[in-house]
């Protein structure tokens, strides 16, 4: 039974530490909910195998599991140098250029042409994760000159980022095409696009994604935010990718842009993710720092449909205890009075919509007469997106006969879902909500429960029924 998990969800991801099909499960039990496979690490037998075992917990637990396939997008990269490392001294002036040589104090290969084309003078040049930042004095399309403003050691195939620029370039790289072919043949369930910048890069995705898997941007670029809401319309969900994102902008900032990105996606009624960094201590202690336990606490509070781990599960020495103490963390602040008014002042108020309406009265009335949980019926998850969006405190019941839907909606703030069958009529649909609702221990007889679904059954978006029943004997 796992109606122990909390309302926000936690997302694990996969590697050289938890490939083991026994660690996986236990990853399971501790609390993860989502699995993420990494396309930026390992190779193709790699995911294959990690994906296999998701799918055999699933088979074994018979409830669904997500699994998100994140894409590694481009990488802009500088070349190789001659002697090792060399030393950047701050003052120092620094050419970038696409000549192949071997790089040194004076110069590196640059080898992507699009960089040259996309900034001007005065912008910054951050390198190896914004350790070292260089000021751009001049630029042509053959050259970057630049003053070294942070200095330090600068070595072979440093990752570049260029804050404030557009660059004009495909999220989506030809590795890209084909791990995205290999992990929708595979049936995972969210596909990640790194490198968002605008919402063609999510419109290009979704078309060659199709119905095959739900669409997920990450926001790690701060040219993302001025196109937020356009991207976020077009995404079935958003990550929060905190680790570049907060290379780019000024750490100060990355707080309040995290609170603005979750506000957005609760408004839309899309699953947003806070990702990154989360409890980077455990990838070598088993205990977290306080502050980041403070940090998860405070996506929670924020009202974020799920928390990641990172290099915590996948390489970490601790990945189990890593998903157990992010589980602590979540319950116990799910179990503050404080949460639930900080959940409440937060709701957003419904569309002018008959599924909206029902949704909303199902909330109103779950509170009213204190209603064990609130079961939908649904076949594309819109029902079930919908009472997510409205924060109740009656847990969400979800039943649908998609597997597909089904693990979509695993990602979803307090959504439970199960694999049902469809129902025939209003009694049958009532009947099952109910014996359903008692076998998992979300109610025990004599309570009451809210049960919403669409007529005809089996119609998309039709949410027009609400009934209230009891649990029997």
């Not at 026994?22 to 609390?31: D, N, P, S, T």
């Not at 260029?162 to 995205?180: E, H, N, Q």
């Not at 570049?244 to 993710?273: N, Y």
């Not at 009472?387 to 969400?396: E, G, Y």
């Amino acid at each position: 039974m796992q109606r122990l998990r909390a309302n926000a969800k936690i997302v694990a991801t996969l590697g050289p530490a938890s490939s083991d099909p026994e660690i996986v499960r236990a990853l399971y039990e501790a609390g993860a909910a989502v699995f993420r496979v990494n396309f930026s690490h390992g190779g193709r037998e790699d995911h294959r195998a990690r994906i296999r075992a998701v799918r055999a917990i699933e088979r074994e637990v018979r409830r669904p599991i997500g699994i998100l396939a994140d894409l590694q997008g481009p990488k802009i990269r500088i070349g190789d140098f001659a002697s090792g490392p060399a030393d950047l001294a701050e003052g120092a002036a620094f050419r970038f250029d696409p000549d192949p040589a071997p790089g040194d104090a004076n110069r590196v290969c640059l080898p992507h042409p699009e960089v040259y084309r996309a900034v001007s003078p005065g912008q910054h040049l951050l390198i190896d994760d914004g350790r070292l930042r260089l000021e751009i004095t001049g630029c042509s399309d053959r050259h970057i000159a630049a003053t070294v403003l942070t200095g330090g050691p600068i070595g072979d195939r440093k990752g570049v980022n260029l804050p404030g620029a557009v660059l004009p370039v495909s999220a989506m790289t030809d590795k890209d095409r084909k791990d995205l072919s290999f992990a929708l043949d595979r049936g995972v369930d969210w596909i990640a696009l790194s490198f968002v910048q605008r919402p063609d890069d999510v419109a290009e995705l979704r078309t060659l994604v199709g119905s095959r898997a739900s669409v997920l941007a990450k926001i790690e670029k701060p040219a993302a935010l001025d196109n937020l809401a356009q991207i976020v319309d077009l995404s079935d969900a958003i990550m929060v990718a905190r680790g570049d994102l907060g290379v780019e902008l000024p750490p100060e900032e990355v707080p309040s842009v995290q609170k603005r990105i979750v506000r957005t996606c609760r408004a839309a009624g899309k699953p947003v993710i806070v990702a990154t960094q989360m409890l980077e201590s455990m990838v070598a202690s088993p205990t977290p720092t306080r502050a980041e336990a403070s940090d998860v606490a405070n996506a929670v509070y924020e009202g974020a449909d799920a928390v990641m781990l990172s290099a915590e599960t996948a390489v970490g020495r601790h990945p189990v205890g890593s998903v157990d103490v992010m589980s602590r963390i979540v319950r116990r602040t799910e179990a503050d009075p404080a949460w639930r008014r900080v959940i409440d002042a937060g709701n957003i108020l419904p569309d002018p919509t008959a599924s909206d309406a029902i949704t909303a009265a199902a909330r109103q009335v779950a509170d009213t007469v204190g209603a064990a949980a609130i079961v939908t019926y649904t076949m594309s998850g819109s029902t079930a997106l919908r009472a997510s969006r409205a924060r109740p405190a009656a847990p969400i019941l979800c039943l649908t006969g998609s597997d597909r839907t089904a693990r979509k909606l695993v990602l979803a703030w307090g959504v439970s879902c199960f694999f049902s069958h469809d129902a025939n009529s209003v009694e049958e649909m009532v009947d099952y909500a109910v014996e359903m609702a008692k076998t998992h221990g979300f109610a025990e007889t004599g309570q009451p429960i809210v049960i919403t679904a669409g007529m005809p059954f089996g119609t998309p978006g039709a949410t027009n029924i609400l009934r209230i029943a009891w649990v029997g004997g």
